[in-house]
């Protein structure tokens, strides 16, 4: 693929086919990934690459502890609820999603299947962990290159055919996710990539959410009309 068909053409993708994701095409995605930029070079990133069995008991730990009323530990901070701008935007997206899935608004248990779906990391056949050396907590370079190496993840997937959607929910519990993939001491979790080859006829698959335009989002100094 051009940049820009990958680019343009990438979206979130929350259903899977069940067909294995060969080891190598994996690292072959995180060799691109790891070319993003870094804050001086640091290159925090470390990636925890999961599937079998060991993902399947991640997603029945995190299922189940979420449904008991366990709270969430996610190790990263996620500040206030969004409100605002912000608040319309992630409404927007799941008005999309819901849609496309034929979920009513007053539906309940449709709508619990689906954020289980994201507790389950979108029942994909890979997750990937993105952590951080916990040396380097409390900068916040460190997050920021994190999210680069993320983006760099996602873009290289899809360039390979692959989908893939970064998420919070399938790392809500984390001791379930560190006792199961095995997560050194030494770092800390960040986020949770699902990961593997797209399933046409999931219908949210199709939904591609609205971006800013470069005049809300740009502010340009110095340049003449």
């Known amino acids: 693929m051009q940049f820009d068909d990958v680019i343009l053409g ?116 890979v997750c990937v962990i993105v952590t951080y050396d916990r040396v380097l907590d409390g900068s916040d370079d460190t997050p920021f290159d994190c999210g680069a190496v993320a983006t760099a993840l996602v873009n290289a997937a899809w360039s390979r055919g692959l989908g893939a959607v970064i998420n919070s929910q399938g790392i809500m519990q984390s001791p379930v996710v560190r006792e199961h993939a095995g997560i050194a001491d030494d770092q800390v979790i960040m986020k949770s990539i699902a990961l593997g080859w797209p399933d046409e006829s999931f219908p949210a698959n199709a939904v591609v959410s609205e971006r800013k335009s470069v005049e809300e989002a740009t502010v340009f100094v110095g340049f003449g009309d």
């Open 10 to 125: 990438r979206r979130s993708i929350r259903g899977y086919k069940p067909d294995p994701v060969p080891r190598a095409l994996i690292e072959e995605i995180i060799g691109l990934a790891m070319r993003a930029p870094s804050s001086m070079n640091t290159q925090p990133w470390n990636f925890y690459v999961i599937t079998g069995e060991p993902l399947n008991k991640i997603r029945a730990g995190n299922t189940e502890r979420m449904v008991a009323g366990v709270p969430q530990s996610r190790e990263f901070r996620t500040g206030q609820p969004f409100a605002g701008p912000h608040r319309d935007r992630q409404v927007g997206v799941a008005k999309q999603l819901f849609s496309a899935m034929g979920i009513a608004r007053d539906d309940k248990e449709m709508r619990q299947d689906w954020v289980l779906r994201g507790f389950r990391q979108f029942d994909a056949p």
